[in-house]
């Protein structure tokens, strides 16, 4: 069992950063590949960045490539994202997750994830 706890998230001006942060309890988080998720009003689930439990393989979801970055601290049982460049698309609430599946790797559908934190609202104002 892996339990999540989301933070960071708040209101920030567009072209503004933010840092989340997700504590996850147990032993088992390095073995867990770590994934970042969004959700807005009426949309579905967005994938944001994954990263392995190595922390050697890093993806993105395409809205985010180049100005996210997800990193992760297995010492401190801690997964980070950070957000730069924030746009008002950016508006969303923000999940973290964790796949105690993946030997290797990354996944992006939500479907591959076994835990999920209850997320953090974040709010870019134009």
């Known amino acids: 069992q892996v339990q999540l706890v989301e933070s960071g998230g708040g209101l920030v001006q567009a072209g503004g950063s933010l840092r989340l942060s997700c504590a996850a309890s147990?032993?088992?988080?390095?073995?867990?590949?770590m994934g970042w998720f969004r959700q807005a009003p009426g949309k579905e689930r967005e994938f944001v960045a994954g990263?392995?439990?190595?922390?050697?393989?890093?993806d993105y979801g395409d809205s985010v490539k180049g100005r996210f970055t997800i990193s992760r601290d297995n010492a401190k049982n801690t997964v980070y994202l950070q957000m730069n460049s924030l746009k008002p698309e950016d508006t969303a609430v923000y999940y973290c997750?964790?796949?105690?599946?993946?030997?290797?790797?990354?996944?992006?559908?939500?479907?591959?994830?076994?835990?999920w934190g209850q997320g953090t609202q974040v709010t870019v104002s134009s």
């Open positions: 997750a964790a796949s105690q599946r993946l030997y290797s790797g990354t996944v992006r559908g939500p479907g591959g994830y076994d835990y």
């Open positions: 147990g032993r088992t988080f390095a073995n867990s590949a």
């Open positions: 990263i392995s439990r190595s922390g050697r393989t890093i």
